[in-house]
T-cell receptor, first 112, second 111 residues
Framework: GQQLNQSPQSMFIQEGEDVSMNCTSS?????WLWYKQDPGEGPVLLIA?????ELTSNGRLTAQFGITRKDSFLNISASIPSDVGIYFC????????????FGKGTKLSVIP | EAGVAQSPRYKIIEKRQSVAFWCNPI?????LYWYQQILGQGPKLLIQ????????DSQLPKDRFSAERLKGVDSTLKIQPAKLEDSAVYLC?????????FGQGTRLTVV
């Protein structure tokens, strides 16, 4: 089955720093989604990417769909304490396929 | 716009008991997913519906788990009998196009 490798697994950063995380896949995806999950809540969609090379921003968040269609990254600029949480990438492959595969998550801690 | 609704939020049962979870997707969303999320891991797909038909249930432990989506709207996921390793958060998500939106989940504890 499809596998997503997400890294880093966890990271500690100082408030105000930028942070980057990425996902790589063993197969080609046609959609990449990035989610944030707070404790006790369901994942919340942050950014959706639909084509290779696409670069999309949502406030301080920027995500890119890799050219090879097997990877994606998420950047957070000028981190703030409320950025704390677990970030998940998810990918969807194949025309008309709705199966969504998740990475294992990146746990972000922001030190004030 | 109302989001994905799930109930209950929390459930504690003894092993070998039965439990059921309910999901109401976003109105008009044809695709519905049930995911299992064990603490510290990413969500793992259990079953995917397209309207009221099953698209993928390859990772559903069918000896104890069952799910249905009658009329292509609400869905229920049942576990019978539950095992200790079923303790997890059960997430429901719905999708219309390529974006998927999640409910808050049901946290199941099996003791």
């Amino acid at each position: 089955g499809q596998q997503l490798n997400q890294s880093p697994q966890s990271m500690f950063i100082q408030e105000g720093e930028d942070v980057s995380m990425n996902c790589t896949s063993s197969s080609i995806f046609n959609t990449w989604l990035w989610y944030k999950q707070d404790p006790g809540e369901g994942p919340v969609l942050l950014i959706a990417l639909y084509k290779a090379g696409e670069l999309t921003s949502n406030g301080r968040l920027t995500a890119q769909f890799g050219i090879t269609r097997k990877d994606s990254f998420l950047n957070i600029s000028a981190s703030i304490p409320s950025d704390v949480g677990i970030y998940f990438c998810a990918g969807r492959s194949g025309a008309g396929s709705y199966q969504l595969t998740f990475g294992k998550g990146t746990k972000l801690s922001v030190i004030p | 716009e109302a989001g994905v609704a799930q109930s209950p939020r929390y459930k504690i049962i003894e092993k070998r008991q039965s439990v059921a979870f309910w999901c109401n997707p976003i109105s008009g969303h044809a695709t519905l997913y049930w995911y299992q999320q064990i603490l510290g891991q990413g969500p793992k797909l259990l079953i995917q519906f397209q309207n009221n038909g099953v698209v993928d249930d390859s990772q559903l432990p069918k000896d104890r788990f069952s799910a249905e989506r009658l009329k292509g709207v609400d869905s229920t996921l049942k576990i019978q009998p539950a095992k200790l390793e079923d303790s997890a958060v059960y997430l429901c998500a719905s999708s219309e196009a390529r974006k998927a939106f999640f409910g808050q989940g049901t946290r199941l504890t099996v003791v």
